[in-house]
């Protein structure tokens, strides 16, 4: 029997492209950018990086309205500034996996421009959901179906004679048109493109918005949402395209094009991660991992959870137990490019409130934020959430401390969901503020590091940084024991020195006295204890856990002021076994 794949336990770090380094100057990150800081990923600890498309795109969902799956975005560079990262990235034992958009391509694709050129009823526009609209005069959309990021998901278009003409579906912006699985052409495209960029060395995909690529085939009126549902959640409440299941055909067939291309190429091992949230429903989740889907599934519940033993449990035992009784992987995350900094979210003054528990990454509610709250409680969750059994995702930056930016002025912000809502959502872009490397402002704190002592300076970063982004820069961090980034660094070591990637998760008992503790989170993997203190007072270990722990073996606020017999405040402690 083969051993585990290299995915099973990985840490993988998320790279937004566009905001993690420039290597040319022009305020935007690129692939040589990241090339050129490719030691700090090493020295991290990182099993593989996830690259944001990087795909040739006008760049109105910021590479997620793709027009081109087989290039790479002059912005971003070349398909011979790819490889060199491949290649310096695996001189350094780390993978690279690429993202894959199926839902939508981007309105500057050639087939859509050609759908457009077309009439109704070509083949061009099967590719699409062109229809007609409702109305005397079709003025109306054809269903009332709204988009995830604010509005109707369909578009009118001009007839190429210039009259007002049929209407096509877009699940996200009007710039992203949803293409149409149920047409060969799209089938065939998506599996030469996986091909094309395996063949290019890369390790696999993380798939975007996998649950709304099915549609039911009518496109039937969604029901009314419940009264009170934000409006960036009308979109998630739609059952005939949410989950709908004729997807899955497609995911199984990528599954037999990569088994297949493993079995021609020994060596390689591919894994594939799906987007899909999947609040409260780990049977859901369990439909998209498996032996014949996507190999790893995020289990995001975890992320959006309220800083509560309750909450945090419930979040991770029912999904742990569904997915190892099927046999399936777990995958974890605190933090991506769509959802506000853990930081943030959880400094929030009703975190620990049910009240803030959305389920929903882009709805948030607006309470303040105390920053050193937040921060420890990020610490701790990361050690929690590195304890567990599975693969973990890290967002660039989480291992800074960043915080959410939350006052971009509204000139400065670009996320789509700003501009179809009118403002009304503020949109991802905080979390996507080019990362600060440098104490040095005049280089956009390194950002820009590349034209350093060139003739021109840097151009300003793409989305302006704060004033006080040089205090959490690598440069500020990485010889500072306490510092963020020295704990993310020892908490890898620790994960791969300390943990049995097979040992179980098991939760065990508190004891006739402590029964279940109302601020303290216990779970065990094999001989390391690991306990949560989600309350504001610390707690003597041997007074609550008797009998349970032994020596300290890592803890996640700052080192050098602990008490190996406390567990402090909002803190992850681990453990030995007792003595
Ligand atoms: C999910 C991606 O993570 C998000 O950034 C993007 O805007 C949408 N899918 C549309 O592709």
């Not at 087989?70 to 398909?79: E, H, S």
């Not at 079709?138 to 369909?154: A, D, H, I, Q």
Request: aromatic fraction near 10%; charged fraction near 20%; include cysteine.
């Amino acid at each position: 029997m083969s051993a585990a794949p290299w995915w099973r336990d990985a840490v993988v770090y998320q790279v937004y492209v566009r905001s993690f380094a420039d290597g040319d100057g022009d305020g935007i990150g690129d692939l040589a950018g990241i090339t050129s800081r490719l030691d700090h990923l090493e020295a991290l600890g990182v099993d593989a990086i996830w690259l944001t498309p990087c795909y040739p795109s006008p760049q109105l969902d910021h590479g997620y309205d793709v027009a081109d799956y087989f290039g790479i975005d002059p912005a971003y560079g070349d398909l011979a500034a790819f490889d060199r990262l491949v290649a310096e990235a695996r001189r350094r034992s780390i993978r690279v996996l690429m993202d894959v958009v199926p839902n939508h391509c981007s309105s500057e694709h050639p087939w859509f421009r050609a759908a457009l050129a077309s009439p109704p009823g070509s083949p061009e526009r099967a590719r699409f959901f062109f229809r007609d609209g409702r109305g005397s005069d079709g003025e109306l959309p054809p269903n009332n179906w709204r988009s995830v990021f604010g509005g109707s998901t369909w578009t009118r278009v001009t007839e190429a004679d210039g009259s007002p003409g049929q209407w096509y579906l877009h699940t996200f912006s009007p710039w992203q048109p949803d293409l149409d699985w149920s047409c060969p052409d799209v089938v065939a495209m998506f599996r030469s493109m996986l091909t094309f960029w395996f063949d290019r060395g890369v390790d696999g995909f993380r798939v975007d918005a996998v649950a709304v690529v099915g549609k039911a085939a009518e496109l039937p009126d969604a029901p009314p949402v419940p009264e009170g549902t934000a409006e960036n959640d009308v979109w998630a409440h739609n059952p005939y395209t949410v989950f709908w299941p004729t997807a899955h055909d497609h995911w199984r067939d990528w599954r037999r094009l990569i088994d297949e291309y493993e079995a021609a190429h020994p060596g390689r091992e591919l894994v594939t991660v799906s987007e899909a949230y999947t609040p409260d429903r780990p049977d859901l989740l369990l439909q998209y991992v498996g032996p014949d889907q996507f190999h790893q599934s995020f289990c995001f519940d975890l992320m959006l959870a309220p800083w509560r033993v309750d909450t945090l449990r419930v979040t991770i035992e029912p999904v742990a137990a569904t997915l190892t009784a099927a046999g399936a992987p777990l995958t974890w995350t605190l933090n991506n490019h769509d959802t506000q900094r853990g930081v943030t979210r959880y400094g929030r003054a009703d975190a620990t409130e049910m009240s803030s528990w959305t389920k929903n990454n882009l709805v948030y509610t607006g309470a303040p934020v105390d920053l050193e709250v937040g921060t420890r409680r990020a610490r701790a969750a990361i050690t929690l959430a590195a304890a567990l059994p599975g693969s973990l995702y890290l967002f660039q930056g989480e291992e800074l401390g960043l915080p959410e930016v939350l006052d971009l002025p509204a000139s400065a912000r670009q996320d789509p969901i700003f501009f179809r809502t009118e403002g009304r959502e503020t949109g991802r872009d905080g979390c996507r503020v080019p990362l600060p490397w440098s104490t040095d402002a005049a280089t956009s704190f390194g950002f820009s590091s590349a034209s350093v002592g060139a003739d021109a300076p840097a151009a300003a970063p793409w989305m302006p940084q704060p004033d006080d982004w040089g205090a959490y820069s690598v440069a500020a961090q990485q010889d500072d024991p306490g510092s963020v980034l020295s704990m993310y660094r020892s908490l890898l070591r620790a994960r791969r020195s300390l943990l049995d990637p097979d040992a179980p998760l098991e939760w065990p008992e508190l004891g006739a006295h402590a029964g279940p503790h109302p601020e303290l989170l216990v779970l065990r993997r094999g001989t390391v204890t690991v306990v949560v203190n989600v309350g504001a007072v610390d707690l003597a270990v041997a007074e609550v856990l008797p009998a349970l722990v032994g020596e300290s073996l890592l803890v996640s606020s700052l080192a050098g002021h602990h008490d190996p017999t406390v567990v402090p405040a909002d803190t992850c402690c681990w453990f030995g076994p007792p003595r």
